[in-house]
């Protein structure tokens, strides 16, 4: 009877792994796709785990010594190296090794991204643990680069980096609104301290919302103008007839932008704002239409009605 061979068989996220003993290559790919609940009808490749290398050759196999761990791969699935996250925080697998980078392509391990995008391919939810830095550098990477390494279609990597500007958008948001209500703060208490000094006379608190009285702007509006995407549609009418009457030399100090972009929002927020009020005008004028209507249906209801009638004395 042919000796059997003890070794180990994973998958190619290295969460499933088993103890096996067979006598040829042939037979491990056999128990391994049964015990890794592959499919028999599906072929798989059989690659070392530590490395990558394709194992293809019974005499090969043979000479590998016992204990070795192989990793067996469906036709899209291809070897990765296991590594640590950053933070400390082991990568989800029964073990955690350090990277050797011999194997990997330099062409492609050059690219700031490319580690990334394999933390992905393993497990997309460890994007959760990225730092904003990470972020920007996937958003920042070339598209069908980044779907080749991630194994997506362009369009699905599209629509990931597009996900990933909108998280950075709202946490840049989060952030000035809290540098906001700081600032807020630090103006209340300063004003508490000047009406509390002996011999100061009245001092008007300001407004919870207001942060810089001399332009008139609030911080709501402050916020939602630096926003990214859109800003106009986000305020109110109200806040639109604030910042279209403030113009532009009021907007340029507040936003910290040169009067080019100043310009391009002022012309937005107005365009806005002319749209919106023709729709008033329009939702006026079909309510206005709608009452006259009504107004000429019950004239004409209360003239049949009298014409009905039969005249006081008539027979």
Same mark, same amino acid.
């Not at 000479?63 to 296991?82: A, G, I, R, V, Y």
């Not at 942060?211 to 806040?239: H, I, N, Q, W």
């Not at 002022?266 to 239409?289: D, G, Y």
């Given at each position: 009877?042919?000796?059997?061979?003890?070794?180990?068989?994973?998958?190619?996220?290295?969460?499933?792994?088993?103890?096996?003993?067979?006598?040829?290559?042939?037979?491990?790919?056999?128990?391994?796709?049964?015990?890794?609940?592959?499919?028999?009808?599906?072929?798989?490749?059989?690659?070392?785990?530590?490395?990558?290398?394709?194992?293809?050759?019974?005499?090969?196999?043979?000479?590998?010594?016992?204990?070795?761990?192989?990793?067996?791969?469906?036709?899209?699935?291809?070897?990765?190296? $296991?590594?640590?996250?950053? =933070?400390? @925080?082991?990568?989800?697998? &029964?073990? #955690?090794?350090?990277?050797?980078?011999?194997? *990997?392509?330099?062409?492609?391990?050059?690219?700031?991204?490319?580690?990334?995008?394999?933390?992905?391919?393993?497990?997309?939810?460890?994007?959760?643990?990225?730092?904003?830095?990470?972020?920007?550098?996937?958003?920042?990477?070339?598209?069908?680069?980044?779907?080749?390494?991630?194994?997506?279609?362009?369009?699905?990597?599209?629509?990931?980096?597009?996900?990933?500007?909108?998280?950075?958008?709202?946490?840049?948001?989060?952030?000035?609104?809290?540098?906001?209500?700081?600032?807020?703060?630090?103006?209340?208490?300063?004003?508490?301290?000047?009406?509390?000094?002996?011999?100061?006379?009245?001092?008007?608190?300001?407004?919870?919302?207001?942060?810089?009285?001399?332009?008139?702007?609030?911080?709501?509006? $402050?916020?939602?103008?630096? =926003?990214? @995407?859109?800003?106009?549609? &986000?305020? #109110?009418?109200?806040?639109?007839?604030?910042? *279209?009457?403030?113009?532009?030399?009021?907007?340029?100090?507040?936003?910290?932008?040169?009067?080019?972009?100043?310009?391009?929002?002022?012309?937005?927020?107005?365009?806005?704002?002319?749209?919106?009020?023709?729709?008033?005008?329009?939702?006026?004028?079909?309510?206005?239409?709608?009452?006259?209507?009504?107004?000429?249906?019950?004239?004409?209801?209360?003239?049949?009605?009298?014409?009905?009638?039969?005249?006081?004395?008539?027979?």
């Amino acid at each position: 009877m042919t000796d059997r061979k003890p070794c180990k068989v994973c998958n190619f996220t290295r969460q499933k792994s088993y103890g096996l003993a067979v006598p040829s290559l042939e037979d491990l790919k056999l128990k391994g796709c049964e015990f890794l609940g592959f499919s028999p009808s599906e072929p798989v490749t059989v690659v070392l785990e530590d490395d990558g290398t394709i194992v293809e050759d019974q005499g090969y196999f043979l000479c590998l010594p016992s204990n070795t761990k192989f990793m067996l791969l469906h036709d899209k699935e291809s070897w990765s190296p $296991l590594r640590r996250m950053d =933070g400390g @925080t082991a990568w989800m697998a &029964r073990d #955690s090794v350090l990277l050797e980078t011999d194997t *990997v392509d330099t062409s492609s391990a050059a690219a700031p991204w490319w580690d990334l995008a394999q933390q992905l391919r393993q497990d997309l939810t460890s994007i959760i643990l990225m730092s904003e830095a990470d972020l920007q550098t996937l958003v920042d990477a070339p598209g069908p680069e980044l779907a080749s390494a991630l194994n997506f279609q362009e369009k699905r990597t599209a629509d990931l980096q597009e996900t990933l500007q909108r998280v950075l958008d709202r946490r840049e948001e989060e952030r000035q609104s809290k540098e906001l209500l700081q600032l807020y703060l630090q103006t209340v208490e300063k004003e508490d301290g000047q009406q509390e000094a002996p011999g100061a006379g009245d001092v008007d608190v300001p407004d919870a919302m207001e942060v810089d009285s001399a332009s008139g702007f609030m911080c709501r509006t $402050l916020m939602v103008l630096k =926003g990214k @995407t859109s800003p106009e549609t &986000r305020l #109110s009418t109200e806040d639109l007839q604030l910042v *279209v009457s403030r113009g532009v030399d009021s907007m340029i100090p507040v936003l910290g932008w040169d009067r080019t972009r100043t310009s391009a929002l002022l012309q937005a927020c107005e365009a806005e704002l002319t749209k919106r009020l023709q729709q008033v005008q329009a939702v006026q004028s079909i309510r206005s239409n709608t009452q006259m209507d009504s107004h000429q249906q019950t004239n004409e209801k209360s003239a049949e009605d009298s014409a009905d009638t039969p005249a006081e004395g008539s027979n």
